[in-house]
């Protein structure tokens, strides 16, 4: 029997299909990686996307899952559809629904009030939500048939637009009157109403798209819901990084990872680096603290000819060691 390949560490970017959970997807990793011969290898993700949801998916190998928490914290940036007219119990397309409105707001409107949704905001995530209330998961208790009061919790949408750039029918400004750009405020012109809109957003960390979608309808004056939402980005990876099912399979059927497999110091962008000499890469190696750097304070990556041996952190010359790297 041949030995197992060596342990891989790094990050594969998953364009997750829809339908398809979080965890469902690891399975899937872990199970092509053990076809593929490298026997038990440690895989996490690095941030839960709904089953209802597709795109970026950041699944780290080996030493990587040791930075998988980090994501967590990561900005994103997010595609999605609000349906107007209804909106669910999920607030996306599984609920049942729970209310109605036969208003469709203008779309000059739409473009004009996301600002008001730009910057800080606070929101009350869905009740269908992962969040613990009193020591149980939100959703659990919304299953249950349980009244879930939802506290406000800040958050920062760094920006937010239409998609493509603008509101649809290129209106420039709400008060245009030029022919073809009606002024929202004659009643007696034409308005071109919205049944849906597909927007943008670019989010802080703990910002659920389902309950900005909610909102921004309520704003309108109408109610609405989450019909498609795709994450393009999550910290440093990119949906141009993410590779399909298909190719995952193709691994497992004696492809080359390497081909896909992110290194490790991918998910660290923006964090400074620190190298080490064999001996202080064997100090920090044993947790020991090492003083007399001349490097900046903060976080750092120390490395040893570029293999990655710990997260760092250096204040007043003195580094100690954040999280250890147990890379060959």
């Not at 790094?10 to 199970?31: F, Y």
């Not at 092509?32 to 780290?60: Q, S």
């Not at 998988?68 to 209804?86: S, V």
């Not at 603290?289 to 976080?299: E, R």
Request: hydrophobic residues 40%; proline residues 6%.
């Amino acid at each position: 029997m041949n030995d197992p390949k060596p342990q891989p560490h790094g990050w594969l970017i998953l364009d997750k299909p829809r339908g398809l959970g979080s965890t469902q997807a690891v399975g899937a990793v872990k199970r092509c990686l053990r076809n593929a011969g490298y026997g038990k290898v440690k895989v996490g993700h690095g941030g839960t996307l709904d089953p209802l949801a597709e795109g970026v998916l950041m699944i780290a190998l080996g030493e990587a899952t040791k930075l998988a928490g980090r994501m967590l914290d990561a900005d994103k940036i997010y595609e999605f559809t609000i349906q107007f007219g209804e909106e669910t119990s999920t607030l996306d397309t599984e609920g049942e629904v729970v209310a109605t409105s036969d208003r469709r707001p203008p779309r000059a409107a739409v473009a004009a009030i996301l600002e008001h949704f730009t910057g800080p905001i606070e929101q009350a995530p869905p009740a269908y939500s992962a969040i613990k209330v009193d020591g149980r998961r939100a959703y659990d208790r919304a299953r249950a048939g349980e009244e879930v009061e939802m506290k406000l919790r800040s958050v920062t949408v760094h920006s937010l637009e239409v998609l493509g750039g603008g509101a649809a029918g290129d209106i420039g400004s709400a008060f245009a009157t030029t022919a073809g750009r009606p002024d929202p405020y004659d009643p007696a012109a034409p308005l071109e109403l919205a049944d849906s809109i597909t927007l943008v957003a670019h989010v802080s960390k703990g910002t659920y798209i389902r309950s900005l979608a909610r909102d921004i309808a309520h704003a309108l004056g109408t109610v609405g819901h989450v019909t498609y939402l795709r994450r393009s980005k999550a910290g440093p990876f990119t949906a141009n990084q993410a590779i399909s099912l298909d190719t995952l399979e193709e691994i497992g059927k004696g492809a080359r990872l390497e081909d896909h497999l992110l290194p490790l110091e991918a998910g660290l962008d923006g964090i400074l680096a620190l190298s080490l000499n064999p001996e202080s890469a064997q100090a920090v190696r044993q947790g020991r603290v090492i003083s007399g750097l001349p490097n900046p304070d903060g976080l750092h990556l120390a490395t040893l000819d570029g293999v990655p041996v710990a997260l760092m952190e250096l204040s007043g010359g003195t580094a100690t060691v954040v999280r250890g790297f147990n890379i060959a």
